[in-house]
C-alpha cells in the first residue's frame, strides 16, 4: 500500500515560495470511486462503504511542485454521478481549471460515460481546462473490462483532434497512482500565469477568481440548456 | 362522505389458483383482518370529526400528473375523510395479494417484513436468527441502558458512525443526558394520549392512532416524538393512512409487476442499495461480524457481495416500485436516504406511501429528472435568505466572479452556494444534520409540511453565520470582508454536522426570545415564493428557447412572445406574480415584507427608466 502522506500540510515546507490555487471538479458515472478518489488525496483514507454522493461535496487539498517550488491549492469540487445531476454539472464546472473525467475499470458503460464528459467539457467548459480520463479500482484488475490499449487509442484519437488528455489508471482503495494523477494535473496547469497575475488568497475582487490564468471567455458559451446526454 | 376501501383494486383471492397453498391460507387471514379494521374505522361516526385537522391538500402548482397507478388520488384526499385503518397491533402490513406468485423465499422475506412491525405475531421459525421484532426499542429506561452498553445507536447505525460525527464516548456522554429528555417526552406523550381518549394498552404499545392536529400537539411534535412511535406518528400526520385505504393493493401490485424489472434507474438503484446507511446494522450485516470491512471488497465488486439484510430486500422493492410507480421522477439518487430512514420506522408499503407523499406534496419536482424542484426551491430559499439574513446574503449573494448578483438575477443564475444546501433538500437533512437531530426536524416535517425545511435551513445559515469559528475565520482572512468561497462551502457544509443537540436547533428555529424565531415563515408564504419562482425560471426557459430556436416560425415567437411578455423578468410581470398590478393573487396577503421589498425595488427601477 503506497501512502500518499508526503503531500499533507505542504505548506510547512520552507521550500516553497510561490502560491496559486485551481478548482478542480470530478465527474464520470456513479459508483466509480470518485468519492474514493478524493478522500484518499485529501485525507489518505479508505471506506470500502461509502455513502453515494448527493448533490456536492467540496474538499480542499494542497500539493507542492518543488521543481517549480510552488504550493497549488486544488478546490475539490465533488459532484453526484447520476445522470440527472447533469442539469446542476454546468455550476460545477463552470471556471473550473481541471476536470477529473473517472471511470471504473471494471465497468465498460462507466469508460464511455467518462468520455461523454469529456465530449461535453470541449463544448461548454472554459477553454484550457486540464483533463484527466482516470480509470480507477486497478485493484480489480481481474475483473477488467476496460484495456489501457483502449484507453490510449482514444487518447490517441482525442490528440490528432487537438485535445490533449492525461490519462492513467489508480486506486483509491491502495492509494496507487491517487496522487499522481494530482501531481501531473498540477504540472499541466498554468502556474506561471496564476502565479504572475499575483493571484493569493484573497480573492475579493472579480478578475482574480481565475486563478489558473484561464480565460474564462463567459460570452463563448452560448446560454443553453445543458440538459441531456451528450 | 361515502368511501368503500371495502374491495380492493384487485382480490387477492381471485387468480391465484395453484401456487402457494399453505402460505397463501396464512396471508388470507391477516387480510380479513385488515378488512375488518377497515370497517371498523370508516364506520365511526366520531372518527371523521375527530381527525379532521386542517386543509392538507393545497393545489401547488409544482403537482405533477397523476400517474397511471395513482388516477384515483382524488381531491378528497383530506385528513378526515378516510380513517387509519383501525388501531390494532397485529394489522398485517403487506397485502396478501403480494404474495401472488412469488416465489417460497420471497413470501418467507415479506412475511418477516410483516412480523417486525406486528408486535403480536411470533416470528415464525424459518425466519432467520437474526430478526428483530422492531427496529426500533421502545423509550424505556432498561434499553437506554444497554444502548449505552452497546457499540450502535438504538437506530443501528454505529455510534462512531458519521452521521453522528463523533466518538463513541461522546456518543454516549450526549445519549446519556438526551435519553432523560427523551423519557421525559415520552411521559407528555402519555399524558397527551390519555387526554385524548387514545388509550393504549400497554405502556410499550405504539398508538396507531393520535390527536388531531392542536397548538398542544404541534408543541410536542417540536419537542420530539418517541422514538418508536415516530413511524406510526409520521404516517399518521403525513395522510399516509387515506392515501394506502385509497390504494389497497397497489403497492403489492406494482412490487409484482416490477420484481424482475432491469432498466437505468433499477441499475443506479442496485449501485446505491449498499451505499445506503453502510454503518448501519440493519442495512450492513458485515459490520457486526467480526471480519470487517478491510477483507470486503469494493461494494460495487458483486462477485464477493456481501449477503443482503431484508432491510436491503425491502429498500430495493421500495425504490423500484417507486421508480415504476412515479415514472417522472423514477429513481434520484437521495431517494435511497429518504426510503432507507423511512424503513427503519415503518414497514416498507407505508414506506413506499410515504415517499409518494413527499414527492408529491411536500417537496414536488425536487427528485424529478431535470431536478427542477432542486432550482425552484434553492431560489426560494435564496430569497428567504436575502430576506432574513441579509448578513450572510451579502457573503453569498454573489457569483464566482465575486460581482454581487443583483434582484433580479437570484433566480436565473443561482449563486454558487446553491450546490451545498440542495442537497439539505434533496435527503432532508439525512447525513447533513446528526441522526437524531435529523429525526426530530422530520417529526416536525411530516407534521408541519415543506416550510419546515426552509425554516431549519434558515437557521441553520444562521447559526453558522454567528458561530465563533465562522467569524474568526473570516476575520483572519485578508480584508476580511470577503471569505474565500469555498471556505464559506466548507463551513456551511460541514457546521451542520455538529449540530447534534437538536433541542439547539429547534429552539433557535422557533423561539422567538433567545432564538430566531423562523416560525414566523409561513407555508403561504413558501407556496407563493415557489409559484414565483418557477414561473420566473419557466420564463428564462422561454428565453432561452427564444434564442436558440431563431429559425421558429412567425406564428412561433408570436406564441413564444405572448406567453412570455417578450422579455424575461420584467417588471409586468413580477408585479403580475406578485399580484400588485392584476392581483393574480388577489385576496392572499403573503410575505408583507418580501413583496414590499419587491415593489419598491421596481417602483424604483420603474420611475428610472
Redesign the interface.
Known sequence: MSAPTSNQNPQSSQSTNRFAQF?LVLLGE??V?KSSIVHRFVKNTF??????????????QTITLPESKTTIKF?I?DT??????K??AP??Y??ANAALCVY?I??RSSFSKAQDWIKELKKQAPEGIVIALVGN?SD?AD?REVEESEVEEYIQQASEDGSSIITSECSA?SGDGVLEIFTSIAKSLPVEEAVGAGT????????N?RAGGVDLGRARR????S?GCC | MSFRPLSPPESPTANNSNNHNQSMSRSSESDLSVDTDIIIGHLDPNFGSETRIENPKTPSSHQRNASSYSRNYSLLDFYGLESPSGDRESEPLIDASIMKGLDDLEFKELSHANTIFAKSVVPSPETEASVRENYIQPTVSENIEKILNSPYDRYGFRKSS?LHNITHDHYNEWFSDYSQYALRRKKKWHILMKNNGLHLEQEDSIPTRFPPKSDKVKKLIRQGIPAEWRGSAWFFYAGGHERLNKHIGVYSQIVRDTRDIHN?DTE?IE??L??????NIYF?S?ITSPVN??S??????T?AAPPETPMIKSLRRVLTAFAHYQPQIGY???L??LAGLLLLFMEEERAFWMLVILTERIIPKVHS???EG??TDQGVLMLCIKEYIPQLWAILGKN????ALSEDKILTR?P?V???T??WF??LFV?ILPIETTLRVWDILWYESSKTIFRFSLTICKMCLENPDFQASRNN???G??M?Q?EL??FL?NFPKTILDPNLLVDNCFKKIGGYGFGSLSQDEINKCREFVSKQRAKL?HK?NN??AAEMTDEERRTLISSSDGTFADDQSIHDVYGFHRSIMSGVIWNKSISNKMKRSFVKRKTSR
Open positions: 478548482k456513479s459508483a470511486g471506506d470500502d462503504m461509502r455513502e453515494s454522493t448527493i448533490g456536492a461535496a467540496f474538499l480542499t478546490e469540487w453526484a454521478g447520476q445522470e440527472r445531476y442539469s446542476l455550476m460545477y463552470r471556471n471504473d471494471t465497468s479500482k480489480l475483473s482503495k493569493n488568497r484573497n480573492r475579493a475582487g472579480a478578475g477568481r452560448p446560454e443553453q440548456a440538459s | 458519521t437505468k443506479v449501485r446505491d449498499h451505499r445506503t446507511f453502510p454503518d450492513n458485515q470491512s478491510s470486503t471488497t469494493l461494494a460495487t465488486d462477485s434520484c439518487q437521495s435511497n436516504f429528472a431535470n431536478l432542486v432550482h464566482f466572479e465575486g460581482e443561482l454558487p446553491t450546490l451545498v440542495s442537497s434533496m435527503s447525513g482572512n485578508k480584508g470582508a470577503e474565500d469555498i462551502f466548507q457544509q426557459d432561452k434564442n436558440i
